[in-house]
């Protein structure tokens, strides 16, 4: 980077010469040094929820949920406000499709009410007397809610601010609902993500780079595993064992990672083959360097663009599974109250119907946001789609 | 690697793919807590009968009381030999009470495949050869619609206005409504409808993509060069070639698509076939029907597989055999 300032000072400097410090010292960045402290400080939360208090602080999803958001902030946030120009550039490109910014707006706002919102607002609870109210402006026939919260006029009982998207049969708010399964689907769909990402890189770069028999070895057992279609495998896991948020996680993550292991596998085959690998390997770089510092980087456009559109199709499976009633009935989900609201379609619409618009809106932006990262991150998809 | 051989080969893994996923499901039934046990001395407490005795009963007639081995052995016979057990929330041997289901479940996936494969593939080529039209982004914004909608809001949003709101159609399936009337049609007109969609959108995507590989190639200039018109350069020079790689993520992707897709109709339009028939065993706690009905689509998928991975190498003359 420098090479033109040196000059300017004239070409007498020597290596031994370079005062180190001044340019930020020998030392690891401060990206990395954060990291480790991060790293620290959440194991020893980790440990200090398992082993000292007998009451968890987080539940096992919510600890995931904290790791991928950590990862997040140190692989995603962090190099891209590093990298100013380069995140100017992504950001012209991703601009030039308006829908996706629209979905990223809509995702963020998702993102920060599910996840803070949890936080602040109590759990919907049962209340039998405000069951079936309409949601705010709209009115239904007095007779579907057995009492009515708002004003009553014409035989027509009104929704009220107090439950602005209505309630469902039991009398919870859909509006709080609606936040708490932001939270459910956020954390699906990002921590399953995060796994599978992992994971898939890992297999992927490492059957590419080593080849021959780990190459086999690794893409055989892929080929287990994708034989097994997940939803069913999920089916007879939850049957014979006690469903749960967390399950479904690992279930998905743990098993989900063919596709982008198969992906990220023939990306990194054809970048192997590129001189700077080359040229690593000749200055006696190791396996794990070359995979860490020169593979996974140049995959990594291909791996963010899937792991995107991968996120919705968990966030479905999920709400899929609530619906049936097989996940926890205690975590409130989309799934859940559009499947509470089913046998009520002739009165009140709105249970099955609102949490439904949520659900499609954000699987839609998803969709959007991942298809706009794919022409923005891809240098070789310029002009077509 | 010839192509015998390569043939040989696959089906010689499917076979293995087979055997392992069995022995995993016995793994997974040999760990589990509940297996259905609970549920039979339940039945046979609410019956009036004694809860030990059923529950000896239920070890001797799943054989719980046997040595791991045994268990194994006999589990992959009755496998192998399609004894798949008896059903005790039926009261009928699973084979038959799959024999039932099944044809419920042909009636409305067999149009919905042949729609979403009509409509799917004729959008996308329509789409890749008129690029940048109204119709190319009506049509994208339709496959994005269709993979983003979840299936089962989108049956119940159907029912709503369909059904509850305009009275049009049947809100639920009812059976002992023969087969080929009009009001079976009609009861099967939103399932086919919920299904297709997402499945067209998937086709179409993928459709498009390809064909769009070949509407620049040179021989497609040449062939418009030499003056052949446009239906014969979109079925001929852009669809054959692009038809390979489709038969790829057809087999597989509509077996899954329309697997996972037609548990979720089934459910929320009532549909008695095998895909209700298994939701119920799982609420039930029916063991050897459960296993049997998630283990139907798996198998079906590796067979899907196998057929997609042979039918490849015959369609397409280029390809080597030892890649995967």
């Excluded at chain 1, 209340?127 to 004003?151: E, H, R």
């Excluded at chain 1, 699906?188 to 993500?193: A, K, P, Q, R, S």
């Excluded at chain 1, 596709?259 to 990220?264: M, S």
């Excluded at chain 1, 919705?312 to 559009?338: K, N």
Aim: glycine share 8%; hydrophobic share 50%; charged share 15%.
């Amino acid at each position: 980077m420098a090479p033109d300032t040196q000059s300017d000072t004239g070409a007498t400097e020597r290596f031994e010469d370079v005062e180190w410090d001044e340019l930020g010292g020998l030392g690891f960045p401060r990206r990395t040094q954060a990291l480790v402290v991060a790293t620290v400080a959440y194991a020893a939360a980790v440990a200090y929820d398992l082993f000292v208090t007998d009451d968890a602080v987080l539940s096992g999803t919510n600890w995931l949920f904290v790791l991928t958001l950590l990862v997040g902030a140190f692989f995603v946030a962090w190099p891209l406000a590093e990298n100013r120009r380069l995140t100017a550039y992504y950001w012209r490109r991703f601009k030039r499709n308006r829908a996706a910014v629209v979905s990223a707006a809509y995702l963020v706002v998702v993102f920060v009410v599910g996840t803070l919102g949890p936080l602040v607002l109590t759990e919907p609870e049962l209340n039998i007397l405000a069951a079936y109210q309409p949601p705010v402006y709209l009115s239904v026939d007095s007779a579907v809610p057995t009492t009515c919260v708002g004003q009553t006029a014409d035989g027509l009982c009104h929704g009220t601010w107090q439950y602005p998207l209505g309630t469902t049969s039991d009398g919870k708010g859909i509006a709080k609902l609606v936040v708490f399964g932001m939270r459910v689907s956020m954390q699906v769909g990002l921590v399953t993500m995060l796994i599978v990402v992992s994971i898939g890189t890992a297999v992927g770069t490492s059957a590419a780079y080593f080849s021959g028999l780990v190459d086999e070895l690794l893409m055989r057992y892929v080929d287990i595993q994708q034989t097994f279609p997940t939803f069913f495998l999920f089916l007879i896991v939850t049957y014979l064992f006690k469903p749960s948020l967390f399950l479904l996680i690992t279930i998905f993550g743990f098993l989900g990672w063919g596709g982008i292991a198969r992906l990220v596998r023939s990306e990194a085959l054809q970048r192997r083959e590129e001189s700077y690998i080359r040229a690593a390997e000749n200055a006696g770089a190791s396996d794990g360097w070359i995979i860490r510092r020169h593979l996974m980087p140049n995959v990594s456009n291909t791996v963010i663009t899937a792991a995107t559109l991968l996120i919705p199709s968990f966030i479905l499976f999920e709400a899929t599974f609530a619906f049936l009633g097989l996940t926890d009935p205690a975590t409130p989900s989309w799934g859940q109250v559009i499947a509470s609201g089913r046998g009520d379609l002739d009165g009140a619409w709105w249970i099955a119907t609102i949490p439904g618009v949520f659900l499609f809106f954000t699987v839609l932006a998803f969709n959007f946001v991942g298809d706009a990262l794919r022409d923005a991150l891809d240098p070789r998809s310029e002009g077509d789609a | 690697m010839s192509m015998h051989w390569y043939v040989a080969r696959r089906v010689a893994w499917a076979v293995v793919a087979t055997y392992l996923i069995l022995t995993i499901t016995f793994g997974l039934l040999a760990v589990a807590p509940g297996d259905g046990q609970t549920a039979f001395a339940f039945e046979a407490a609410t019956e009036g009968g004694d809860v030990d005795e059923a529950r000896e009963t239920f070890d001797e007639i799943t054989g719980r009381d046997e040595p791991l081995l045994t268990r194994y052995t006999n589990y992959m016979v009755n496998m192998a030999t399609l004894n798949w057990g008896w059903s005790f929330t039926r009261n009928q041997s699973v084979m038959d009470a799959l024999a039932a289901a099944y044809p419920y479940s042909l009636m409305y996936a067999v149009p919905a495949t042949f729609i979403s494969i009509v409509f799917g593939y004729a959008i996308g080529l329509y789409s890749a050869t008129h690029q940048y039209t109204l119709t190319d982004y009506l049509g994208t914004f339709t496959a994005f619609f269709g993979i983003s909608v979840p299936n089962f809001w989108f049956g119940i949003m159907l029912i709503l206005v369909f059904a509850v709101d305009l009275g049009w159609l049947p809100s639920y399936y009812q059976t002992g409504r023969g087969v080929w009337t009009l009001a079976n049609a009609k009861q099967l007109v939103l399932p086919v409808v919920v299904l297709s969609t997402g499945a067209i959108a998937g086709n179409m995507r993928y459709s498009r993509a390809e064909a769009l590989e070949y509407v620049h190639a040179d021989f497609v200039k040449t062939a418009r060069a030499k003056g052949a018109d446009d239906w014969r350069v979109l079925v001929r020079h852009i669809f054959r070639p692009a038809l390979v790689p489709l038969m790829t993520i057809l087999v597989a992707d509509i077996l899954g698509l329309l697997f996972a897709g037609a548990y979720i109709t089934e459910v929320v339009f009532q549909i008695p076939g095998l895909g209700l028939l298994s939701y119920k065993a799982i609420i039930q706690q029916d063991t050897a029907l459960v296993m049997a009905t998630t283990l139907v689509p798996v198998f079906i998928a590796i067979v899907g597989n196998l057929v997609q991975d042979i039918a490849y190498t015959v369609l397409d003359p280029r390809i080597d055999y030892g890649d995967r």
